[in-house]
């Protein structure tokens, strides 16, 4: 009896002792006692924070006058214009996350209208630099869910037609829409790649024309961004011979 008198007894002590190191770490970190430090739970909200403060970030508008106004576009040689298309192509590739070269869409824009802004198609509604019309614009806005304008002053439209009349006097919204065009044909190509993606924003009945088309873009690029400058001689790749300037 005695013997289990005195077992009991440092048992007793035992738990005491556990409940007393038990109180002092917790008195040191409380945090352990959940679920790790009170230093790595701080970091994790701080990631969890900071994560929810990008998604909540407003988007990033892009002001029209980062190329030159409709005004100042019939002073500028073809050359300038092509600078002024290179540089508001990599800022709207940029905002709108996608990858293409501004050299092939710049290339593309000098196909399809020679960098006239004013460019109109006798057959169609095709008309601006990349000769957008008026039903190709509203299918954008129908099935290209992505597609959010990024240009100040039409970031709040929701429909192709108001797009497409609002457009003719703006240089970047021109750009933005031919853009957003080849990207949905891309996205919608099998396979999955520019050359198709070109050759169904050409969308001829003749594949040997769309083949041509791509093709023609596709070398004018290369040369473009083998050259590192913007010249006619890269620029007339883009075209057929007797269309070249």
């Not at 797009?163 to 919608?188: C, N, R, V």
């Amino acid at each position: 009896m005695n013997l289990l008198f005195h077992a009991l007894g440092i048992l007793l002590v035992f738990l005491l002792h556990a409940d007393t190191l038990s109180e002092s770490a917790s008195t040191k970190d409380p945090c352990k006692l959940h679920r790790g430090s009170c230093a790595d739970q701080a970091k994790d909200i701080k990631a969890i924070s900071e994560k929810a403060a990008e998604k909540n970030q407003p988007e990033e508008i892009l002001d029209p006058q980062i190329v030159p106004s409709l005004k100042e576009w019939s002073e500028l040689e073809l050359v300038e214009r092509g600078k002024a298309l290179i540089k508001g192509y990599q800022e709207l590739t940029r905002v709108h996350g996608l990858s293409y070269s501004p050299q092939v869409l710049t290339c593309k824009a000098y196909n399809e209208s020679t960098f006239d802004l004013r460019a109109k198609a006798s057959s169609s509604s095709a008309s601006g630099l990349a000769q957008t019309t008026k039903s190709t614009c509203r299918d954008l806005f129908t099935r290209g869910d992505w597609f959010s304008s990024k240009v100040a002053g039409f970031e709040q439209i929701k429909n192709g037609a108001t797009y497409y009349a609002k457009m003719k006097s703006f240089p970047l919204a021109q750009m933005e829409i031919g853009l957003a065009i080849l990207h949905q044909k891309f996205e919608e190509s099998n396979p999955k790649n520019l050359k198709t993606a070109l050759k169904r924003y050409r969308g001829d009945d003749d594949p040997t024309i769309n083949e041509t088309y791509a093709k023609r873009i596709l070398n004018c690029e290369k040369c473009l961004i083998g050259s590192s400058a913007v010249t006619i001689e890269c620029l007339n790749k883009a075209k057929p011979p007797q269309e070249s300037k």
